[in-house]
Nanobody, 121 residues
Framework: QVQLVESGGGAVQAGGSLRLSCKAS????????MGWFRQAPGKEREFVAR????????YYADSVKGRFTISRDNARNTVSLQMNSLKPEDTAVYYC??????????????WGQGTRVTVSS
């Protein structure tokens, strides 16, 4: 199975940017659809973005479309999430996810431990 470790979270003011990274180990991510989910305080975990095996197709939640960009580097076994124009409502713990189907919001089987993002107004 694949192990996932996220990094890059932190505190930022509204309008700012952060870049999250997910480093995989024990197995190549090249055979997985990769994605990001998030869980805000008191809310259910929700889908954010997904990317195809080769990185040529992406899928985003409406709430982040145009502001977030998911990318992957299979050679380095990493997935990234560039987050621009951040809003207070983007505050959440962000989780890297492996598996699942591209144009769906159901999570895949494997999760990282999460990285916290706090956006202040």
């Amino acid at each position: 199975q694949v192990q996932l470790v996220e990094s890059g979270g932190g505190a930022v003011q509204a309008g700012g940017s952060l870049r999250l990274s997910c480093k995989a180990s024990k197995r190549s991510i090249s055979t997985y659809i990769m994605g990001w989910f998030r869980q805000a305080p008191g809310k259910e975990r929700e889908f954010v973005a997904r990317i195809s095996w080769r990185g040529d197709s992406t899928y985003y939640a409406d709430s982040v479309k145009g502001r977030f960009t998911i990318s992957r580097d299979n050679a380095r076994n990493t997935v990234s999430l560039q987050m621009n124009s951040l809003k207070p409502e983007d505050t959440a713990v962000y989780y890297c996810n492996a598996g699942g189907v591209l144009a769906t919001i159901e999570p895949g089987k494997f999760w990282g431990q999460g990285t916290r993002v706090t956006v202040s107004s």
